[in-house]
């Protein structure tokens, strides 16, 4: 059931109300999704295996083996930091929830009012 011209006018008007006049901003693309479960668990390892070779450079007392260990480390945790935005993980998570029936959502609503 579509709405009267009477309808269709009030809601121009609310919508021109609503934006102040200007046309209406499109919503920005979300970006490409990011695994961030491979991200976390290879960021870890490398963490933990730098670690273990900065254990094992002290113990051998080679310093610029404990340097790259270190840089092994920094280089993890870098990777499990990446890509952790707010913005990024409700990008992902809207895309991953919309829903895959075309009827729009304020038709769904005005459907179901009875």
Do not use: C
């Not at 021109?16 to 990011?34: F, H, I, Y």
Request: proline letters at 5%.
């Amino acid at each position: 059931m579509g709405l009267s011209d009477k309808e269709q006018q009030v809601l121009e008007e609310l919508e021109r109300q609503l934006t102040g006049g200007k046309k209406p901003v499109k919503e920005p693309k979300p970006e490409a999704p990011v695994h961030y479960s491979r991200l976390l668990v290879s960021g870890s390892l490398l963490v933990v295996i730098g670690l273990s070779v900065l254990i094992f450079a002290t113990t051998i007392h080679l310093t610029w083996l404990g340097v790259l260990a270190f840089l092994i480390m920094l280089s993890g945790l870098y990777l499990v930091s990446q890509k952790w935005s707010s913005k990024s993980i409700k990008a992902t998570k809207n895309k991953a929830s919309k829903p895959k029936s075309k009827e729009n959502p304020f038709e769904k609503r005005w459907n179901q009012r009875d």
